[in-house]
Every structure is written in structure tokens, then in C-alpha cells.
């Protein structure tokens, strides 16, 4: 079993940045890759990157150069961070966490997501 938390949203001013921190708990090992993904309200969910967890290689696709994803590898942790340079008020929305297991096709661990709300 894996476990996904994630922290770091807030209500921030247009311009503002914020780094978004996704904590991986439990059977790690088996993750081949972790993404981030964010979903305003009445929108559908938007994929932001998936890193992969061998090669830190990221998939995406569109290039958001106000994001930038990136691990690092705790000693029983993984952790994913998203960080957003530059927010906009269309940035609002839940942004989640989700991993995939090796030999899985789509993302199939997710977290409870975390607010970023942006004022203008």
C-alpha cells in the first residue's frame, strides 16, 4: 500500500509563488512514476507532469515553464514537489498528487488533494 499527502497550498496574491509538497508513504518502492494534477471548480482535471522516479524524466503534455516538478528521496519517503512561479488567478484550483505503479497504465494512487487559491 502507498499513501499520498499533500501540503503546501494556501490563498496567495496574483504574482505570488508556492511550492506544493507531496509526501509518499508505505510500499514506495513500488512507484515507477508520480504526477501532479490540478482541477477547478467545474473543470475537468488537468495533468501538470509526471515524473519518473528512475530517470526524473517528466512527461507532460503542455509545457507550463511556471512549474516546475521535482523529488527527492527520503530514507522511508519519496517526496514530490510542485513548485508555481508567476500565479495567476486561473491557477486556482485542488491540486493532487497521484502515483502509478510499475506495470500500470494510468495513475491509481491518489492523495486528498490541497487548495491553491489566487487573488488578483
Known amino acids: 500500500q502507498v499513501q499520498l499527502v499533500e501540503s503546501g497550498g494556501g490563498s496567495v496574491q496574483a504574482g505570488g509563488s508556492l511550492r506544493l509538497s507531496c509526501a509518499a508513504t508505505?510500499?514506495?518502492?513500488?512507484?515507477?512514476?508520480m504526477g501532479w494534477f490540478r482541477q477547478g471548480s467545474g473543470e475537468e482535471r488537468e495533468g501538470l507532469g509526471d515524473m519518473d522516479m528512475g530517470d526524473s524524466s517528466i512527461t507532460t503534455d503542455s509545457v507550463k515553464e511556471r512549474f516546475t516538478i521535482s523529488k527527492e528521496i527520503g530514507k522511508d519517503t519519496l517526496f514530490l514537489f510542485l513548485e508555481i512561479k508567476g500565479l495567476k488567478p486561473e491557477d486556482t484550483a485542488m491540486y493532487f498528487c497521484?502515483?502509478?505503479?510499475?506495470?500500470?497504465?494510468?495513475?491509481?494512487?491518489w492523495g486528498q488533494g490541497t487548495q491553491v487559491t489566487v487573488s488578483s
Open positions: 508505505g510500499q514506495t518502492w513500488k512507484i515507477c512514476s
Open positions: 497521484a502515483a502509478r505503479s510499475c506495470g500500470a497504465v494510468k495513475h491509481h494512487i
